[in-house]
């Protein structure tokens, strides 16, 4: 559904006539690809789910805003400002992030599902979090929210 979507936003950015979408998005076509390859050599024929489609463009953005500091740093607000706009080229593709007090609910919710207590359950909170809320959650921000219901409730 995913790979869909990035072709069809891919064709209408050429009529658009939208260079930097249209760079952008092949550029995400062309990792996909990459990592596709690499699947299929480890015995997937698919080739990536929309879950891993999803971890492959966070890693994107996450690139991106660490080239925008050395960009800054060095002066270059051009290059600052191409980073930028890709990221929300990029961000397009993600499904609406779950942040601040949704984000304590929702952990909220699966401590209360799973019965974790303590520091030992984390694993199978974050899996079960991973699970429900793949894409859509900073799992590093949920990770350190986790670990302190758990230790606080422990």
């Known amino acids: 559904m995913l790979r869909q979507e990035l072709n069809d936003a891919l064709k209408e950015s050429m009529k658009a006539r939208e260079a930097r ?29 929309d879950p891993e489609i999803l971890e492959l463009l966070k890693t994107m953005i996450r690139q991106r805003r660490e080239s925008i500091q050395t960009f800054e740093a060095g002066g270059r607000v051009d290059l600052a400002q191409q980073e930028t706009e890709e990221i929300a080229i990029i961000e397009r593709f993600l499904p609406e992030q779950i942040e601040g007090n949704a984000m304590e609910s929702a952990i909220k919710e699966i401590v209360g599902e799973l019965g974790a207590k303590t520091i030992k359950d984390m694993g199978k909170t974050i899996q079960a979090l991973k699970a429900k809320y793949a894409g859509r959650m900073d799992f590093s921000k949920a990770s350190a929210i986790v670990k302190q219901m758990l230790t606080g409730a422990g």
């Open 21 to 49: 979408a249209v760079s952008t998005i092949r550029l995400i076509l062309a990792a996909l690809k990459d990592r596709d390859i690499a699947a299929r050599g480890s015995g997937n024929p698919d080739g990536l789910a």
